[in-house]
């Protein structure tokens, strides 16, 4: 997105197929760190665990569909988009992708996603859409919560020991997110670094030359904001072990988010799940404004943890 995002497009004749250019999404995150250990965007944490090598993080991806969908809803999709995936391969630094979107004509309120690799490699599937005024992120069905509604349950937790569906965090954490604020060991990167390495830089995110007048932080970035005081949040799982997103749905309620602007965060688990490899937990995290006590967004996450990666996991 080399230049301001598009206006709404008109409704389409017929059912249409809109496809990004390739891009090279960025690792930032080899340097992350949690529970004293490295993390899957780490090269040789990757290998250790059988991944073709280090992880680029999933919310990346997000904005190769941020051209896509403005051209269909324009500013509304910096207001009130929502983008929902479930990831299904791994991309690693050097990589090509692109984003593709099919939208049923006519009325288009609903998109169909992929992100895939030049060898044809899907990276993503998922869905995109507007959430309405006043229903939180419920709507429609959307690609992470069709997943959520068939997990196999976990009902012996031990990577996810005295964790709950309706635990809710310790307390709520205050978060702001500048162009060079540091966002914890989490994110070893700041939003000025995320801008020079973004697949589709924008006016928007830099300046007051928008809508709104005030620079706005990318959808992939509300993931990392949504993230940076998890620390805080007493939701702690066993370590080491080592994770990863499987699905992510980003929600925006009454956005755009905005840079520097001071935000409280509330958690709460939503499910507990597992597959032969992973234990996994569903988290829902409202982004509040401080100043107004509006919920401006919504990230619901779906983090898997690899069993092997915990010393010691009973064997099954």
């Given at each position: 997105?080399?230049?301001?995002?598009?206006?709404?497009?008109?409704?389409?004749?017929?059912?249409?197929?809109?496809?990004?250019?390739?891009?090279?999404?960025?690792?930032?995150?080899?340097?992350?760190?949690?529970?004293?250990?490295?993390?899957?965007?780490?090269?040789?944490?990757?290998?250790?665990?059988?991944?073709?090598?280090?992880?680029?993080?999933?919310?990346?991806?997000?904005?190769?569909?941020?051209?896509?969908?403005?051209?269909?809803?324009?500013?509304?999709?910096?207001?009130?988009?929502?983008?929902?995936?479930?990831?299904?391969?791994?991309?690693?630094?050097?990589?090509?992708?692109?984003?593709?979107?099919?939208?049923?004509?006519?009325?288009?309120?609903?998109?169909?996603?992929?992100?895939?690799?030049?060898?044809?490699?899907?990276?993503?599937?998922?869905?995109?859409?507007?959430?309405?005024?006043?229903?939180?992120?419920?709507?429609?069905?959307?690609?992470?919560?069709?997943?959520?509604?068939?997990?196999?349950?976990?009902?012996?937790?031990?990577?996810?020991?005295?964790?709950?569906?309706?635990?809710?965090?310790?307390?709520?954490?205050?978060?702001?997110?500048?162009?060079?604020?540091?966002?914890?060991?989490?994110?070893?990167?700041?939003?000025?670094?995320?801008?020079?390495?973004?697949?589709?830089?924008?006016?928007?995110?830099?300046?007051?030359?928008?809508?709104?007048?005030?620079?706005?932080?990318?959808?992939?970035?509300?993931?990392?904001?949504?993230?940076?005081?998890?620390?805080?949040?007493?939701?702690?799982?066993?370590?080491?072990?080592?994770?990863?997103?499987?699905?992510?749905?980003?929600?925006?309620?009454?956005?755009?988010?905005?840079?520097?602007?001071?935000?409280v965060l509330e958690r709460e688990v939503v499910a507990l799940g597992e597959s032969r490899r992973t234990e996994s937990a569903w988290v829902r995290t409202t982004v509040t404004s401080e100043a107004t006590g509006a919920a401006v967004a919504e990230v619901l996450l779906h983090q898997g943890v690899f069993k092997e990666?915990?010393?010691?996991?009973?064997?099954?």
């Open positions: 997105m080399s230049g301001t995002p598009m206006p709404a497009a008109p409704p389409f004749a017929t059912p249409v197929t809109l496809t990004g250019p390739e891009r090279s999404p960025r690792n930032l995150l080899a340097e992350q760190t949690y529970g004293d250990h490295a993390s899957i965007h780490d090269e040789a944490t990757a290998q250790g665990l059988g991944v073709a090598g280090a992880a680029v993080e999933g919310p990346t991806h997000f904005s190769q569909f941020d051209p896509l969908m403005a051209a269909l809803w324009g500013r509304r999709w910096f207001e009130r988009g929502r983008l929902s995936a479930h990831f299904t391969a791994i991309c690693v630094d050097g990589e090509r992708t692109r984003a593709v979107a099919e939208v049923a004509g006519t009325d288009a309120t609903r998109a169909v996603l992929r992100t895939e690799k030049t060898d044809g490699t899907v990276v993503l599937t998922g869905t995109a859409d507007l959430v309405g005024s006043g229903d939180g992120a419920g709507g429609g069905p959307t690609a992470a919560r069709e997943r959520l509604a068939r997990i196999r349950p976990l009902t012996d937790p031990v990577i996810y020991a005295g964790w709950s569906p309706g635990r809710r965090g310790a307390a709520p954490e205050r978060v702001r997110m500048g162009f060079d604020t540091h966002m914890g060991d989490l994110y070893p990167f700041t939003l000025r670094d995320k801008l020079a390495a973004i697949t589709e830089p924008s006016p928007w995110y830099e300046g007051g030359g928008n809508p709104w007048g005030r620079p706005v932080v990318p959808i992939e970035m509300i993931s990392v904001l949504a993230m940076a005081t998890y620390g805080e949040s007493g939701l702690t799982k066993a370590e080491p072990s080592v994770g990863l997103f499987l699905d992510l749905e980003i929600a925006l309620l009454d956005g755009p988010v905005f840079v520097d602007e001071p935000y990666s915990y010393p010691g996991y009973p064997a099954q």
